[in-house]
C-alpha cells in the first residue's frame, strides 16, 4: 500500500507566478490536510478536506491560497501570484474514515519543498 | 484545544533510555494525547497515542499520570537513527482534523 504521495518534491517559482502542489492520499483514505512548514518552526495547519468538500479551512490565507479536493485525482494547493514569503514545506497528510475514538492517526506525505525566488 | 510545553532540545548517548515530558495543564476530558516524529526534510510519523496510564508499542511507551496534566514518551535504547524532532500534541476524539503543532523536542543522540 503505497503511502501518501506529494508531488513536485521541490518547486522554483519567481514572484508574482502560481505554484500548484499535489496530493495522492494513502489508498482508502477519504480526508486530506495541508500544513505548512517553515524553517525551524513547527507545522501549521491550513485545510482540511474531503472529497469535494471543504471542512475546515481557518488556517489558510484569506487571499492568494486555495484548496480543492475533487472526485476524482489528488488534492491540489494552488497559490496564486506567489511571494518570498511563501516559502516553505507544504506537507499534505491523510486519514481514513473516522473511528471516532481519539484522533485518527494522519500519515503524511514527503513534502513539497517551495522556493520562491 | 489545550497547549502544551515540551523541551526545546534534549540531548543522549547510543543506547540510552530517553524520557521526553510534555505539559498539558488544560487538557481537556475528550483529549487524547499523541506523539509523533519527524525527521529533517521528511514528513512527520505517528509515533504513539494514549489516553491514561501507559501505553506501549513497538516503538516507545506512553506514560500518562492520573491527573492527566502531563505524559512522557519514552525511548528505549536510542540510537544514532532516533534523532529528530519529537512533537507532543493533544485533541479531542473524533475526527476534528487540525493537528496543532508546537515547537517540538529535538533529540539528538550521539555515538
Known amino acids: 500500500n503505497a503511502g501518501v504521495m506529494q508531488n513536485p518534491r521541490h518547486l522554483v517559482r519567481r514572484r508574482g507566478q502560481e505554484a500548484r502542489l499535489r496530493c495522492s492520499p494513502m489508498?482508502?483514505?477519504?480526508?486530506v490536510y495541508w500544513y505548512r512548514q517553515l524553517p525551524e518552526e513547527g507545522l501549521k495547519f491550513m485545510v482540511y478536506?474531503?472529497?469535494?468538500?471543504?471542512?475546515?479551512e481557518s488556517g489558510m490565507p484569506k487571499e492568494r491560497f486555495s484548496a480543492e479536493f475533487p472526485k476524482e485525482g489528488p488534492s491540489i494547493l494552488r497559490i496564486q501570484q506567489v511571494v518570498r514569503g511563501d516559502s516553505a514545506a507544504y506537507f499534505c497528510?491523510?486519514?481514513?474514515?473516522?473511528?471516532?475514538?481519539?484522533?485518527?492517526?494522519?500519515?503524511f506525505g514527503p513534502g513539497t519543498r517551495l522556493t520562491v525566488l | 484545544l489545550a497547549k502544551t510545553t515540551q523541551p526545546i532540545s534534549m540531548d543522549s548517548y547510543e543506547g540510552q533510555e530517553v524520557n521526553i515530558t510534555c505539559s498539558h495543564n488544560?487538557?481537556?476530558?475528550?483529549?487524547?494525547i499523541t506523539w509523533y516524529q519527524q525527521f529533517p526534510s521528511q514528513g512527520p510519523r505517528f509515533i504513539i497515542q494514549?489516553?491514561?496510564t501507559k501505553v506501549t508499542n513497538e516503538v516507545a511507551s506512553l506514560f500518562i499520570p492520573a491527573d492527566r496534566k502531563s505524559s512522557t514518551l519514552s525511548l528505549p535504547r536510542v540510537s544514532l537513527s532516533d534523532t529528530a524532532v519529537y512533537y507532543c500534541?493533544?485533541?479531542?476524539?473524533?475526527?476534528?482534523?487540525?493537528?496543532?503543532f508546537g515547537q517540538g523536542t529535538t533529540l539528538q543522540v550521539k555515538p
Open positions: 497528510a491523510s486519514s481514513p474514515i473516522t473511528s471516532g475514538r481519539g484522533t485518527d492517526t494522519q500519515y
Open positions: 500534541l493533544v485533541d479531542e476524539g473524533g475526527n476534528t482534523g487540525k493537528l496543532i
Open positions: 489508498k482508502g483514505h477519504s480526508h
Open positions: 478536506l474531503q472529497k469535494e468538500n471543504i471542512i475546515d
Open positions: 488544560n487538557i481537556a476530558t475528550n483529549d487524547y
Open positions: 494514549g489516553y491514561k
